[in-house]
């Protein structure tokens, strides 16, 4: 393989897994100190309406949407490109002045409908929204520069931004919560910590364009004609995540509607820490490789060298693959081992693992699909096309949507992880079928033959596991209680001993059956 974008991933990807290994340490503390109960699906609320439009046009359609006008503006003068950032920066810093104004007022009267349950509980999560609201500013205007310091193919920095995020709650856990008494004021400490990591996080990414000579001139033209074309390139596809973000708005109010009905099941909290252990391959491999194959294809698309590009995205797809497959696998066969290692102790009990167990499976299942919907959807940008995916995610979303309902009664909050999971799996199929319009036709002649060289490791890895967890979890298990440790501690030597001899096993299969793309990670780290 060539310098290519799968290449470039692994970089990315050991950055963003340092942001996932923190995210799981803050997970831990965020599950022993609130547990599943009210306080935890509160904050778990309040954390998704704002994260909910981050995702949109932070972490999505506005960083996309505005890299290739960048670059377009920059291969003219860079004069033209710093005037076009700091008219978009004025006129996006107005736009969402409005919008969490319009939030804060509306909040009081729309929450309590999306929740239901308590007065109590309502009152709290508007409490904790009009907090932590204020991260959609933060995270879109750092997404700029983001965007500006990934289009110069410096990913470095942007990928510190959920490592300073992460940072910051663990902060307030280690620093803060021995002098903060209640867990109400707990929970209040924590949102304004988490706020105060967005402020950190455009601090970092703002100096850091601006100290490379790439910082925008501020100005308040607000006519520019980029603003319209951004704007007019998002709008498509703020449509299109806005039926994924719709999504997850109607998965709170199910999960609330059977938390209801359900007293005790914490059914928003365990559909919430399930979604952020499957977040940590899936934002590891597939984040990364749709943050570099953008700019690559981009580049290809300027150049003229479009017979190129359906290589580069089938060598993403199986390069994806090989590292989102063993994953799935891995959470699908000892789910449960991997909670109790991350989450049990304080008010994270056995019946908290329970409740989760089921969503999680459906999750992992759909991981090597939820990777490979990014990297698509990037390709789709890098053409300038944001209505083909809108089309498709509007249908899944119906599709979802309807799975989800259908199956509340027999599958309960496990109704929404499968619904989830169907939704990326047809998302997937249909987003690789119609890329044929952009003239992008996938060698699969090539991409079966490496795929199907990844089910032999796979294959052992599956084994290994499966013989590790039916024979001698429970004795192990036992031994380790014996000798004095803890339930939690007990899971993750267990977890430590199935991870590393079975991605162990993985790879040295993988490497003797001639694997491309073991050699090609390989080749990374032994250079």
Known sequence: MSNTSAKKSIALSFYTLLSRVLGLLRDHFMATSFGTGMVASAFSVAYRLPNMFRNLLAEGTLSQS????????????????????????????????????????????????????????????????????????????????????????????????????????????????PFTKTIMDKVVVLSFGVVAGGFLQLLLQSYFVIHKGYGPALNLNWKHPAIRKIFKLMLPAVLGGGFYQLGLLVDIFIANYIQNANPGLGAVVSLDYAQRLVQLPTGIIGVALATTILPTVLSKVKKGEHDLIPKEIGNSFVFSLFLTLPASVGLVLVGRLVLDSIYFGGRWDTIATETTILPLGFYALAIPFYSLNKIMISCYYAFQDTKTPLRVQAFTFIFSLLIAISLIESLKHGSIAFASACSSFATSIILFITIKKHNVHIPLSEVIPKIAKILIPLTFLFLWIYLLDHFFYDELLLELKKQGLSHANSSRILLAIVLSSGMLGYFVVAYYVGVEECKTIFGKFLR
Do not use: D, Q
Not at 76 to 86: N, P, Y
Not at 90 to 118: D, E, H, K, N, R
Not at 121 to 131: H, Q, T
């Open 66 to 177: 505005f890299m290739p006008i960048f670059s377009e503006y920059e291969s003219r003068s860079k004069e033209e490109a710093k005037v076009m950032t700091g008219s978009v920066i004025s006129f996006l810093f107005f736009l969402l002045s409005l919008f969490i104004a319009g939030f804060l007022w509306a909040a009081p009267y729309f929450i309590p409908a999306l929740v239901g349950g308590t007065e109590e509980y309502s009152n709290l999560i508007i409490e904790l929204s009009f907090i932590l609201f204020f991260l959609i500013m933060t995270a879109s205007l750092s997404s700029i520069f983001m965007a500006i310091s990934n289009s110069h193919e410096n990913y470095f920095i942007p990928s510190l931004s959920p490592i300073i995020l992460n940072l910051s709650y663990i902060f307030v856990f280690l620093a803060l919560f």
